[in-house]
Nanobody
C-alpha cells in the first residue's frame, strides 16, 4: 500500500523553527517529485515547496512567501522528504500536507501550480503564535 505520513508539526513562537517530515512506504519516494502544500482555515490550499525526483536532479522550488526561510530536502536512505522551516511567522500557520507525483516535470509544470498530485499524506498542523 502506497502511503505518505507527515510528522513534525506543532506550536511554535514567531521566529522559531520546525522540521516537517514526509515518510513514504510502499514505494521509493526518490523516483517521485515531492511537494509541500499548506492550507489555513478558510483559505485555498497553496504550494509551499517542491523537489523534483532524484533522476531529474532534485531541483527545488519555493513559494515567494517562504524563500530564504524554508528548505526542502530528501533522504533517500530513509525514504523521506523534509521541510525545514525557519524564522516562522504567524501567517505560516496551517495544515501542511506532503504530496508525491511521478510526473517528470511536476514541480516546474502544471501539477504543482494546480495543486494536484497522485499521492497525499494526511497532514500535520503548524501553529505559529506567541
Amino acid at each position: 500500500q502506497l502511503q505518505l505520513v507527515e510528522s513534525g508539526g506543532g506550536l511554535v513562537q514567531p521566529g522559531g523553527s520546525l522540521r516537517l517530515s514526509c515518510a513514504a512506504s510502499g514505494f521509493a519516494l526518490d523516483y517521485f517529485a515531492t511537494a509541500w502544500f499548506r492550507q489555513a482555515p478558510g483559505m485555498e490550499r497553496e504550494g509551499v515547496s517542491c523537489i523534483s525526483s532524484s533522476d531529474s536532479g532534485n531541483t527545488t522550488y519555493y513559494a515567494d512567501s517562504v524563500k530564504g526561510r524554508f528548505t526542502i530536502s530528501r533522504d533517500n536512505a530513509k525514504n523521506t522528504v523534509y521541510l525545514q522551516m525557519n524564522s516562522l511567522k504567524p501567517e505560516d500557520t496551517g495544515a501542511y500536507y506532503c504530496a508525491a507525483d511521478p510526473t517528470f516535470y511536476y514541480c516546474s509544470g502544471s501539477g504543482f501550480k494546480t495543486r494536484r498530485a497522485d499521492y497525499w499524506g494526511q497532514g500535520t498542523q503548524v501553529t505559529v503564535s506567541s
